[in-house]
């Protein structure tokens, strides 16, 4: 019985060979999308799954209120609290802290046998629990000691290549850092960072018993201030998450109510983030220790995915209702025959499913074909081999299931409802609510294009508007350099006379920050005669003379540095005076305070300079105030050039030529600015991709239909014709349905996708505003999708020659 049914449903794909490759194309391309997006979902759902006893590992987070009022979040916190809480808890089975050192300051790499340096990113320094706490494959060395001696040092599999090439690397040694404090490290272990996917990536980690850092870290004793350790808990196997975090408040008010006082901090709350939500839910905690993305990105590419596998199915219930006359005596003389409802069902739910089956086989090799294209367009690392994962093959048979009984359910039920006297007489054998249905399918379609096509203007007008916008500083040919070193940093006048004798260089000067970079550093401040309990939280940057001219940020007030100056003379932006309540105008009179007694120190005010985003348009300008800096972290080099090969080739050979055994690291400032919205980029491209998709799969169905349509109005047509129709009015005929479908469908897509995307864009501080015209476009472009689909096959219809419709009767 079921060779036969697999037989019979062969016999008739083949037969309506345009049905067939229509519905075969639509679900092979869903699939398609489905598949990728799936497979970049599950990547991204994996961060830190493969940690043992990951659902019990969580980082304590930060809140820290002033006025009441939470204006301090971050992933990170005091240094002594995690072990405070290990102390304190019998519930905390294991803790560990990590520092990512290189946001406080560059360091150097080398091997101690070599003049090679190299400026490595990710630096972690960690506490010796730390591979106890997390995972990571060992490719040498023993994870659990590996970290417990002093200036002990765990290298990436990458990095240990690159410093040892195939020798072994334990107890050789490594240089970290330069002049008076570089450190001697042994290389204690190697792990493999390709193993596993974490939002913990470090390229090499330092233990916390090392001199600097690590032992500021270790013996720093208060609980409110110095909130930059990235600290995390390991809860034993029967404790409950939600009772212990209700236990924080105690543990702060009995810990912390000193420190909070002298720091001028009114609460601090602490909170548990579990390990595995890190990547995906602390979108909005500042100090992240790695790039973060949104479950809510991935919500929107599974409903894209959703949707045109929808859209897919709706093709195959349009085409397979709307044909179903064809079938009509075929299933009247099998009910006559004996066969039953049951039966027929059986048999039309079999052919949709053999072609979702078939459209899924021959939507995996096109996968693996494409999966360079899609590795660089995520920067993920998918391979052949994730389809194999038991959660892909189990999805994709799920996917293939639902596919084919959501394709073919509704026409299995129809066809096998068909009354087999009406049949064989060739009277009307469709229920009426089928038309309607179908008219219905075809609005759902026009609803999910118009919705895309708006989406996708919406997203390209916001990445564009974070590329246009003015950050109030000059971005372009503007190249941040990395002095790193303390011997370059101290050649900083001669390095700056010898660039500006090289042509395209127009002007220099230098900072701590590079523009991009996140500002960690910052003061508490107070007024003179205010309370010094209540400070306001300033960045802090230190830049030298000139650095406002280079970078093109105006002064509104005041003046720039002097070589005269101090450091206790200060320009700070706008959004400080905002702060402090002060005015314009008396700025230049102004002090800030900062400590409280003896020690405290007054900043003055030498000038006022216009706000600028010296973060993510995600978030709002900051307060920050500018010093004066001798031993800065970055050169910025003000350029003009139409040959930067030639240009860079002369600021690396002075650089060689100055300062020895010190990489020439520099960057492009507008790509840096760029890369903060690297995930706005992919969700456009992603988002263009996957609707010319979505409306191709629509323009499919259109096309069957309208075929169909029109081959069963051809007799209708030639009488037109005969009786003097012209081929305008033919073809209105066949397209004023269309139309008015495709102008419901806007009525209805257009207040949804405003919703959606509002609410998009509230992740932006700064951003757009949605314009009427963007629906207005959005509809058009369906429209003119649609009559150029249907028009084709109308007007073919229109000008065929009425002879041939009618010759039958």
């Given at each position: 019985?079921?060779?036969?049914?697999?037989?019979?449903?062969?016999?008739?794909l083949l037969?309506?060979?345009?049905?067939?490759?229509?519905?075969?194309?639509?679900?092979?391309l869903?699939?398609?999308?489905?598949?990728?997006?799936?497979?970049?979902v599950?990547?991204?759902l994996?961060?830190d799954?493969?940690?043992?006893?990951?659902?019990s590992?969580?980082?304590?987070e930060?809140i820290?209120?002033?006025?009441?009022?939470?204006?301090?979040?971050?992933?990170t916190?005091?240094?002594?609290?995690?072990?405070a809480l290990?102390?304190?808890?019998?519930?905390?089975?294991?803790?560990?802290?990590?520092?990512?050192?290189?946001?406080?300051?560059?360091t150097?790499i080398?091997?101690?046998?070599?003049?090679?340096?190299?400026?490595?990113p990710?630096?972690y320094?960690?506490?010796?629990?730390?591979?106890?706490v997390?995972?990571?494959?060992?490719?040498?060395?023993?994870?659990?000691?590996?970290l417990?001696?002093?200036?002990?040092?765990?290298?990436?599999?990458?990095?240990?290549?690159?410093?040892?090439g195939n020798?072994?690397?334990?107890?050789?040694t490594?240089?970290?850092?330069?002049?008076e404090d570089a450190l001697?490290?042994?290389?204690?272990g190697?792990?493999?960072?390709?193993?596993?996917?974490?939002?913990?990536?470090?390229?090499?980690v330092?233990?916390?018993?090392?001199?600097?850092?690590?032992?500021?870290?270790?013996?720093?004793?208060?609980?409110a201030?110095?909130?930059?350790?990235?600290?995390?808990?390991?809860?034993?196997?029967?404790?409950?998450?939600?009772?212990?975090?209700g236990?924080?408040?105690g543990f702060?008010?009995?810990?912390?109510t000193?420190?909070?006082?002298?720091?001028?901090?009114?609460?601090?709350?602490?909170?548990?983030?579990?390990?595995?939500?890190?990547?995906?839910r602390?979108?909005?905690r500042?100090?992240?220790?790695?790039?973060?993305?949104?479950?809510?990105?991935?919500?929107?590419?599974?409903?894209?995915?959703?949707?045109?596998?929808?859209?897919?199915?709706?093709?195959?219930?349009?085409?397979?209702?709307?044909?179903?006359?064809?079938r009509a005596?075929?299933?009247?003389?099998?009910?006559?025959v004996?066969a039953?409802?049951?039966?027929?069902?059986r048999?039309?739910?079999?052919?949709?499913?053999?072609?979702?089956?078939?459209?899924i086989?021959?939507?995996?090799?096109?996968?693996?074909?494409l999966?360079?294209?899609v590795?660089?367009?995520?920067?993920?690392?998918?391979?052949?081999?994730?389809?194999?994962?038991w959660?892909?093959?189990?999805?994709?048979?799920?996917?293939g299931?639902?596919?084919?009984?959501?394709?073919?359910?509704?026409p299995?039920?129809?066809?096998?409802?068909?009354?087999?006297?009406?049949?064989?007489?060739?009277?009307?054998?469709?229920q009426?609510?089928?038309?309607t249905?179908?008219?219905?399918?075809?609005?759902?379609?026009?609803?999910?294009?118009?919705?895309?096509?708006?989406?996708?203007i919406?997203?390209?007008?916001q990445f564009?508007?974070?590329?246009?916008?003015?950050?109030?500083y000059?971005?372009?040919n503007?190249?941040?350099?990395?002095?790193?070193?303390?011997?370059?940093?101290?050649?900083?006048?001669?390095?700056?006379?010898?660039?500006?004798?090289?042509?395209?260089v127009?002007d220099?000067?230098?900072?701590n920050?590079?523009?991009?970079?996140?500002?960690?550093?910052d003061n508490?401040?107070y007024?003179?005669?205010?309370?010094?309990?209540n400070?306001t939280v300033?960045?802090?940057?230190?830049?030298?003379?000139?650095?406002?001219?280079?970078?093109?940020i105006?002064?509104?007030?005041?003046?720039?540095?002097?070589?005269?100056?101090?450091?206790?003379?200060?320009i700070?932006?706008?959004?400080?005076?905002?702060?402090?309540?002060i005015?314009?105008?008396n700025?230049?009179?102004?002090?800030?305070?900062?400590?409280?007694?003896?020690?405290?120190?007054?900043?003055?005010?030498?000038?006022?300079?216009?706000?600028?985003?010296f973060?993510?348009?995600?978030?709002?300008?900051?307060?920050?105030?500018?010093?004066?800096?001798?031993?800065?972290?970055?050169?910025?080099?003000?350029t003009?050039t139409?040959?930067?090969?030639?240009?860079?080739?002369?600021?690396e050979?002075?650089?060689k030529?100055?300062?020895?055994?010190?990489p020439?690291?520099?960057?492009?400032?507008d790509?840096?600015?760029?890369?903060?919205?690297?995930?706005?980029?992919?969700?456009?491209f992603?988002?263009v991709?996957?609707t010319v998709?979505?409306?191709?799969?629509?323009?499919?169905?259109?096309?069957?239909?309208?075929?169909?349509?029109?081959?069963?109005?051809?007799?209708?047509?030639?009488?037109?014709?005969?009786?003097?129709?012209?081929?305008?009015?033919?073809?209105q005929?066949?397209?004023?349905?269309?139309?008015?479908?495709?102008?419901?469908?806007?009525?209805?897509?257009?207040?949804?996708?405003?919703?959606f995307?509002?609410?998009w864009?509230e992740?932006?501080?700064?951003?757009?505003?949605?314009?009427?015209?963007v629906f207005?476009?959005?509809?058009?472009?369906?429209?003119?999708?649609?009559?150029?689909?249907v028009?084709?096959?109308?007007?073919?219809?229109?000008?065929?020659?009425?002879?041939k419709s009618?010759?039958?009767?």
């Amino acid at each position: 019985m079921l060779k036969n049914y697999i037989k019979i449903a062969w016999r008739n794909l083949l037969k309506n060979k345009q049905q067939t490759i229509i519905n075969l194309l639509g679900l092979t391309l869903g699939t398609v999308s489905c598949l990728t997006i799936l497979l970049y979902v599950f990547a991204q759902l994996g961060h830190d799954q493969h940690h043992v006893d990951a659902n019990s590992i969580y980082r304590v987070e930060t809140i820290i209120e002033r006025d009441g009022q939470a204006n301090f979040e971050s992933a990170t916190s005091s240094p002594p609290i995690a072990f405070a809480l290990k102390e304190d808890f019998a519930e905390v089975q294991e803790a560990t802290r990590v520092v990512l050192t290189d946001v406080f300051y560059s360091t150097l790499i080398r091997a101690s046998d070599s003049k090679d340096a190299y400026y490595e990113p990710r630096v972690y320094m960690a506490d010796s629990t730390f591979f106890e706490v997390f995972n990571y494959e060992f490719l040498e060395g023993d994870k659990l000691t590996s970290l417990k001696e002093p200036s002990a040092v765990v290298l990436s599999s990458y990095l240990k290549q690159k410093l040892f090439g195939n020798q072994n690397a334990i107890n050789k040694t490594i240089v970290w850092g330069s002049g008076e404090d570089a450190l001697n490290l042994t290389v204690k272990g190697v792990f493999d960072e390709k193993a596993k996917k974490s939002h913990l990536n470090p390229n090499y980690v330092v233990s916390m018993s090392s001199p600097g850092m690590g032992t500021f870290v270790q013996n720093f004793e208060s609980f409110a201030t110095n909130n930059f350790v990235h600290s995390y808990i390991k809860l034993s196997p029967n404790s409950n998450a939600t009772q212990f975090q209700g236990k924080m408040p105690g543990f702060i008010k009995d810990r912390a109510t000193q420190d909070l006082a002298d720091a001028g901090m009114s609460n601090k709350t602490l909170e548990l983030k579990k390990v595995t939500d890190i990547h995906l839910r602390s979108q909005g905690r500042k100090n992240q220790i790695d790039k973060v993305s949104s479950i809510t990105y991935l919500y929107f590419l599974l409903s894209l995915a959703f949707f045109i596998q929808l859209v897919a199915c709706i093709n195959f219930v349009n085409l397979s209702t709307a044909r179903a006359s064809k079938r009509a005596r075929e299933i009247g003389v099998r009910k006559v025959v004996g066969a039953g409802k049951n039966a027929l069902m059986r048999q039309f739910l079999g052919e949709s499913l053999l072609l979702s089956v078939f459209a899924i086989l021959v939507s995996i090799p096109i996968v693996i074909l494409l999966l360079p294209l899609v590795n660089d367009l995520t920067q993920e690392s998918l391979t052949y081999i994730d389809l194999y994962q038991w959660k892909i093959v189990t999805v994709l048979l799920g996917l293939g299931i639902f596919t084919g009984f959501a394709a073919g359910i509704y026409p299995a039920v129809i066809l096998s409802s068909i009354k087999p006297v009406k049949a064989l007489k060739g009277g009307i054998i469709m229920q009426s609510g089928s038309g309607t249905l179908r008219k219905s399918l075809v609005v759902f379609q026009f609803v999910v294009s118009i919705g895309l096509v708006a989406t996708v203007i919406i997203i390209s007008q916001q990445f564009r508007f974070t590329q246009k916008k003015d950050l109030g500083y000059t971005k372009d040919n503007l190249i941040a350099l990395r002095i790193g070193t303390d011997e370059a940093s101290s050649k900083f006048e001669s390095i700056k006379s010898a660039f500006l004798n090289i042509p395209g260089v127009v002007d220099i000067s230098s900072g701590n920050y590079a523009p991009s970079e996140i500002i960690l550093a910052d003061n508490g401040f107070y007024l003179p005669g205010g309370n010094s309990e209540n400070r306001t939280v300033v960045k802090r940057n230190g830049v030298s003379d000139g650095y406002f001219k280079t970078m093109g940020i105006p002064f509104l007030e005041g003046r720039d540095f002097t070589v005269a100056d101090t450091i206790d003379q200060i320009i700070v932006n706008e959004a400080t005076l905002r702060a402090f309540s002060i005015t314009k105008e008396n700025a230049l009179s102004s002090t800030l305070l900062q400590g409280t007694g003896e020690d405290t120190f007054e900043m003055r005010i030498i000038g006022v300079v216009a706000d600028y985003h010296f973060a993510s348009l995600r978030e709002e300008i900051e307060p920050l105030f500018l010093h004066k800096e001798t031993e800065p972290n970055w050169l910025f080099l003000k350029t003009k050039t139409n040959n930067y090969s030639e240009l860079l080739a002369g600021l690396e050979g002075q650089w060689k030529s100055t300062v020895s055994n010190v990489p020439f690291d520099y960057r492009f400032v507008d790509k840096e600015v760029e890369k903060l919205y690297d995930e706005e980029k992919r969700l456009g491209f992603i988002s263009v991709a996957f609707t010319v998709l979505a409306i191709f799969i629509s323009c499919l169905g259109l096309f069957g239909l309208i075929s169909y349509v029109t081959e069963q109005k051809k007799k209708e047509i030639g009488i037109r014709k005969v009786l003097g129709a012209s081929i305008q009015s033919v073809v209105q005929l066949l397209t004023r349905d269309f139309v008015k479908l495709v102008l419901i469908a806007f009525l209805i897509a257009s207040p949804i996708s405003y919703y959606f995307m509002s609410r998009w864009l509230e992740g932006f501080t700064y951003r757009i505003e949605i314009e009427w015209w963007v629906f207005l476009v959005s509809g058009g472009f369906a429209l003119i999708i649609t009559l150029l689909t249907v028009g084709m096959q109308s007007l073919r219809s229109a000008v065929a020659n009425p002879v041939k419709s009618l010759r039958t009767e």
